[in-house]
């Protein structure tokens, strides 16, 4: 089976610019989740979506905003690029939206490397 | 607030030698652990994770982690390190009964030499 597949790969944004950045999760992962990680760093949680509900958001400004499809895929929004922006960006995926007693794996795609010049 | 911590920001050791990367806590209900590895200019692979049952959990590429409840640590170590295995490496927390979010570490870089 695929993995969780992000688009695009590379991508170069001046600032003031709005950017779109895809995933398709596993097959039969509900839920998906979007990560910022600037160089040196560990990634920073940003959103989290569920049954195409945002089911979580981390300290990041109103310039993000994502959504969830019917077919689970998911879309990460940042308008208005500043240069602090520049970063991986990473989706993750994983079969429920709560960590339970089976626990709930958290599988992570490539990543979208943004640079804003 | 809970939050990870990896005391290491960069650990060097000889091929064939053993490793231990540190990874420290801190919440007082029952975490949710994770180890992932980073190659440059790739995604997050998960090595292991601990949910609860065993405290010593076996992952791949011959990595292995061992809960501490008493410590608040969650140790990966590795008998036998091979120079593929130069990375970064993080820990990762999801809280219990969170959305699950996951708090990670800063990361430690894990140099081999030959």
């Known amino acids: 089976d695929a993995g969780v597949t992000q688009s695009p790969t590379h991508l170069i944004k001046t600032r003031g610019q709005h950017v779109t950045l895809r995933c398709s999760p596993i097959s039969g992962h509900k839920s998906v989740s979007w990560y910022q990680q600037v160089l040196g760093q560990g990634p920073q949680f940003i959103f989290q979506?569920?049954?195409?509900?945002?089911?979580g958001r981390g300290n990041f400004p109103d310039r993000f905003s994502a959504r969830q499809f019917p077919n689970y895929s998911s879309e990460l929004n940042v308008n208005a690029l500043l240069l602090g922006d520049s970063a991986l960006y990473l989706c993750?995926?994983?079969?429920?939206?709560?960590?339970?007693?089976?626990?709930?794996?958290?599988?992570f795609g490539e990543g979208s490397w943004l640079t804003v010049v | 607030a809970q939050s990870v911590t990896q005391p290491d920001i960069h650990i060097t050791v000889s091929e064939g030698a053993s490793l231990e990367l540190r990874c420290n806590y801190s919440?007082?209900?029952?975490?949710?652990l994770f180890w992932y590895v980073q190659s440059p200019g790739q995604g997050l692979q998960l090595l292991l994770k601990y949910f609860s049952g065993d405290t010593l959990v076996q992952g791949i590429k011959g990595f292995e982690a061992e809960f501490k409840r008493s410590q608040s640590s969650f140790n990966l170590r590795k008998p036998s390190v091979h120079w593929s295995d130069a990375a970064e490496y993080f820990c990762a927390v999801v809280i219990s009964g969170n959305t699950g979010k996951l708090i990670f570490g800063q990361g430690t870089t894990l140099q081999v030499k030959p």
């Open positions: 979506y569920y049954e195409k509900e945002e089911r």
């Open positions: 993750a995926s994983s079969p429920r939206v709560r960590t339970g007693a089976f626990g709930n794996t958290i599988y």
């Open positions: 919440y007082g209900a029952t975490p949710y």
